[in-house]
């Protein structure tokens, strides 16, 4: 259940959950205890594997059963101890699980769902991971290959921890559509793209190019998403809608970053090598916007809808048009 954390950066008080810094120590080494304050991960659960006739869980997913209320209780205690031990409170996680609960108790016709997606897991990782799973395996692409190669890489990257939660609270701070942390992870396509991006581009960054080629081609297959596994991409990102967005290899993307739909950052066509943009921390890209080639687009700078950018743009600026032209200045932080 504890998540590792990454202590080489100083505690930023402006980044979402900034108590995770304050770390999982053990024998001076932050990721040491996660696979000790944490049971093993369960194999990936359909919805059709669970019953309602029975209390007790059991190793088999094809016989997973619903627990009770005692044991849906105990197990939260049993996993506060452990958190309490590790010193550190995955508040984020503790939370999509009660957003499940509630909306088990709202609409029960969707208990198998939850409980399958949510309630079963034992951590954030793991829960995602079998989410992705069900989402991208196909006929011959078993839904446990992708459980196993995507939980790896989450349980082992103590950035790629923190950057999913951080994710998850951009979304749920800023895109007034979002409407709990739960419907954030289920649903939108735009985040669960971004995490299969970060289990990808680590596989290209050990050189593991086949697989994480072939993620990026089911996400593209599967929620319309085209990111190239070689982009570097920061947290706190707010990938709204999603459908149709390119990123292309070479391409930076900064912390606290909104990208709307069917925005490309492409190259031209005219240069090899280092030839996608750059995008700074804070930065807004508006619907259908085109940045091509190795452009930077400075720190909070804003990009209106249906903008062409083959240029730099300073920070702070809000750029508008084919091509671009700036209109506007200042350094607020983007909002929906």
């Given at each position: ?5 990454d ?32 049971s ?51 508040d984020?996680?503790?939370k ?26 034992n951590?954030?990782e ?14 011959i ?10 939980l790896?890489v ?142 930077k ?40």
């Open positions: 259940m504890a998540i590792c954390i202590d080489s950066r100083n505690q930023d008080t402006t980044k979402p959950f900034p108590s995770y810094n304050q770390g999982c120590k053990f024998n001076n080494s932050p990721c040491r205890l996660f696979n000790f304050c944490r093993n991960p369960p194999n990936p659960v359909s919805s059709s594997s669970i019953s309602h006739q029975h209390t007790q869980k059991t190793t088999d997913p094809s016989k997973v059963t619903e627990p009770s209320s005692v044991s849906q209780s105990s197990e939260v205690d049993y996993i506060n101890h452990f958190l309490s031990f590790c010193s550190i409170k995955d984020v996680w503790l999509i699980r009660e957003e499940a609960k509630s909306d088990v108790e709202q609409e029960p016709i969707l208990s198998n769902y939850y409980f399958s997606l949510i309630l079963l897991q951590s954030l793991s829960a995602l991971a079998n989410h992705l799973a069900q989402k991208l395996s196909n006929s692409l078993a839904t446990n290959t992708i459980y196993k190669l995507f790896s989450l349980e082992e990257d103590c950035n790629i921890q923190i950057a999913i939660r951080d994710d998850l609270k951009a979304v749920k701070d800023r895109d007034p559509a979002c409407i709990s942390y739960v419907h954030c992870f289920l649903n939108f396509k735009g985040f669960l793209a971004i995490q299969a991006h970060r289990v990808a581009h680590k596989l290209w960054s050990q050189g593991r190019t086949v697989p994480a080629l072939l993620i990026q081609s089911r996400v593209s297959e599967i929620f319309a998403v085209d990111i190239h596994p070689g982009a570097k991409i920061g947290r706190g990102i707010l990938l709204d809608h999603a459908t149709g967005v390119v990123i292309g290899e070479t391409a930076v993307i900064g912390d606290d970053v909104v990208i709307l739909h069917s925005v490309t950052l492409g190259g031209t066509g005219k240069v090899e090598g280092d030839r996608h943009p750059k995008v700074g921390n804070g930065v807004m890209i508006g619907a259908g916007t085109k940045i091509l080639g190795n452009v687009i400075g720190d909070f700078a804003k990009i209106g809808a249906g903008s062409v950018v083959l240029k730099a743009v300073l920070p702070g600026a809000t750029v508008v048009g084919n091509p671009a032209r700036v209109v506007g200045g200042g350094k607020d932080r983007p909002k929906m």
